[in-house]
């Protein structure tokens, strides 16, 4: 019977001391490798104030110009709709004298991981679009939000085609 006690005791020794990690210690540090690029303001732009009333998809032209995004549901290849938005953002990218950040976001559906890779792949492919037309590549920084910065959460399928966007925002 004292062997059991002590068995015991002993698992749950090693068990306990097992469980107990200490966080790693950062030097006062955060884990971002380059700060540099995230550093200064962000244009904020309040989707809601700018309607669609000629039905273009165009929510959120900001005061310097950049025009969203919108994407098919699971899908971040650009659909040729959005041309004449891709265009405007190609402009107004070559005449930036700015880091532009390029915001992939998703709508509700699929797991955060899904989500956060989509809202990736999304940023890439404007991304991708503007270098190939001519804008440098170390001007622009891509960040995925995923399903987490939805501009609209009313549950209907013109509100989550809102959410299946490239938001693009000068950081100053």
């Known amino acids: 019977m004292t062997n059991k006690h002590m068995i015991i005791a002993f698992l749950m ?18 884990n971002i490798a380059n700060t540099d690029a995230l550093n200064g303001d962000t244009v904020s732009i309040n989707e809601n104030t700018y309607g669609n009333e000629n039905g273009n998809g165009n929510y959120n032209s900001s005061s310097d110009g950049f ?33 532009i950040k390029i915001e992939g976001n998703c709508d509700e559906f699929g797991t955060d991981e899904y989500n956060y890779a989509l809202g990736l792949k999304r940023a890439k492919a404007v ?19 995923g399903e987490s910065s939805p501009v609209c959460q009313t549950p209907s399928d013109s509100c989550y085609d809102r959410n299946r966007r490239v938001d693009l925002r000068l950081v100053r």
């Open 13 to 30: 020794a090693l068990f306990f001391t097992a469980c107990a990690q200490t966080a790693p210690d950062l030097n006062g540090k955060n």
């Open 67 to 99: 025009r969203s995004v919108y994407f098919a549901f699971g899908d971040y290849t650009i659909p040729s709709s959005m041309e004449a938005n891709m265009n405007k953002n190609l402009q107004v990218a070559t005449s930036a004298g700015a880091k």
């Open 127 to 145: 991304k991708d679009s503007l270098v190939a037309q001519g804008v440098a590549s170390s001007k622009m920084i891509m960040v995925s939000f």
